[in-house]
């Protein structure tokens, strides 16, 4: 990429005023959701009723903790694998290697989890430390992001992302400035993105659900329901997680702030708000209603994987037979699109099985706070805008193509609806 083309490339989330806000924006929400979920009234809209002191935040056993953690997720990752794939071909016409043993890593830290709760490991003290825990982490994302933001200023242009280098720093430190990071072949970017932060969410998870049984005999049934619905998701990111390989993280966007703070401390500290509220605020559910809710995420798991496989399955191999008889439409990179099947109902079927699955997750909770419901809030407005960034690109790669796509499939999200 030349300097003239990086400054050229548009700017995204506000240009460097709205990316400011962003930097104290973010880390404050998950506090505050962290805050809100232990108080009484458990307000979403209301400002704390305190502000934590640095003696409440600051612990170095949660940093020592973390780094615990992180070195055995780099070491299960280390682990040999069962595959190793390629991704997608990057500029300079060579393609990188990944090794697929996500779903090992996740097995082997269940039973290391096993092993040390059979030999008392306190894992229901583990809520009682998240606010350190989320301290640790947000100062070890500013500090890793500052490092890779140095790595990049010797990295070669090819190496580096379309979006990430305007000249502005503070943008740039963002966004992420080199595409795929790497030490050797250990991969910054596909390491956090599915390991530390997505099993860490799901042992937090199960730890609320020790605790909980700890102080109230047993875990309730919507405890249960949201550790299931959660773990099935991440269970299921980590068995295909060769699909992450296609995902805009991976072929389009830098390696920055935004994602390292996504990856390692927003997607566990926050994405686990249901079950910390549970744990404060216990919810009576009846089975009738918790069946209900079980067919409401078996219908939005099976849009998400069905569509997700779908168009995987196609870009691999468009002749294999699960796929071969679909409609498509030629475009002038020599590259198909799907318009029958999942992708000819609505552009982004994924999407739409994912907020159906967010709405299960958060309905556990019961209807008397608004807390819960933050991340259906929240990945709606995620998914709006990370729709309208896919469009942009796809409109850039596949031109005329792409706009008779969206003749033919007029829907983005919601079919008849948005
Ligand atoms: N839980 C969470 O926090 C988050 C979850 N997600 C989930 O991650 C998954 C991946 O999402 P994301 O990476 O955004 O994007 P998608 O998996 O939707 O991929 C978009 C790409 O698919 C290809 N494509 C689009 N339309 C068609 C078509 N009709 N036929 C064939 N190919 C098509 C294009 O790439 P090309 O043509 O180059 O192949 C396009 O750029 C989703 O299920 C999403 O819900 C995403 C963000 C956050
Ligand atoms: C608000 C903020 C800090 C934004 C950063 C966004 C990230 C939290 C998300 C961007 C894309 C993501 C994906 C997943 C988790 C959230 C982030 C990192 C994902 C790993 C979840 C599991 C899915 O099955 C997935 C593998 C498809 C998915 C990939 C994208």
């Not at 300079?92 to 008392?120: E, H, W």
């Not at 250990?186 to 956090?192: G, T």
């Not at 997505?198 to 049984?213: K, P, S």
């Not at 799907?338 to 958060?362: E, K």
Request: some cysteine.
């Amino acid at each position: 990429m030349t300097s003239r083309e990086a400054s050229q490339a548009p700017r995204e989330f506000g240009g460097p005023l709205g990316v400011a806000a962003l930097l104290i924006l973010l880390p404050a929400t998950m506090f505050h959701l962290l805050l809100a979920a232990r108080s009484g009234p458990a307000r979403l809209l209301a400002l704390p009723a305190y502000l934590p002191g640095l003696e409440e935040l600051w612990s170095p056993w949660a940093l020592l903790l973390l780094f615990i953690w992180l070195g055995l997720q780099v070491a299960l990752y280390l682990l040999p694998a069962r595959k190793v794939a390629e991704g997608l071909e990057l500029k300079d016409k060579s393609r990188l290697r990944y090794p697929i043993n996500g779903f090992q890593a996740l097995v082997l830290t269940a039973l290391l989890m096993g092993l040390g709760v059979s030999v008392g490991l306190p894992l229901g003290a583990l809520p009682g430390m998240l606010l350190p825990l989320a301290f640790a982490t947000t100062l070890t994302s500013f500090i890793f992001s500052l490092l890779l933001y140095a790595k990049a200023l010797v990295a070669p242009a090819s190496a580096l992302a379309p979006g990430g280098n305007s000249g502005n720093s503070m943008y740039d430190f963002f966004l992420g400035r080199e595409l795929n990071p790497r030490l050797g072949s250990f991969d910054f970017k596909y390491f956090c993105e599915l390991r530390p932060g997505l099993i860490g969410w799901v042992c937090i998870n199960l730890a609320l659900l020790m605790q909980e049984a700890e102080l109230r005999g047993s875990p309730s049934l919507a405890m249960w329901l949201v550790n299931g619905f959660q773990l099935l998701y991440v269970g299921d990111a980590l068995w295909y997680e060769e699909s992450v390989l296609t995902t805009m993280d991976i072929i389009h966007d830098g390696f920055g702030f935004m994602l390292v703070f996504g990856d390692l401390a927003w997607v566990p500290f926050t994405y686990s708000l249901q079950a910390q509220f549970l744990l404060y605020h216990p919810q009576p559910l009846g089975l009738p209603m918790a069946l209900l809710i079980c067919l409401l995420k078996a219908i939005g798991y099976y849009i998400f994987r069905g569509a997700n496989s779908q168009k995987n399955t196609f870009r691999k191999n468009p002749s294999d037979p699960s796929v071969a008889g679909l409609e498509t439409i030629p475009t002038a990179t020599g590259r198909q699109l799907l318009v029958s099947g999942w992708w000819g109902m609505v552009r982004h079927p994924n999407y739409l099985g994912d907020l159906i699955m967010a709405l299960a997750w958060s309905l556990p909770c019961g209807l008397s706070h608004l807390l819960p419901y933050f991340y259906v809030l929240y990945f709606t407005a995620l998914l709006v805008h990370r729709e309208a960034r896919d469009e942009q690109q796809c409109l850039q790669k596949y031109g005329r193509a792409w706009q008779e796509y969206c003749k033919r499939v007029p829907y983005r999200i919601i079919p008849y609806v948005y």
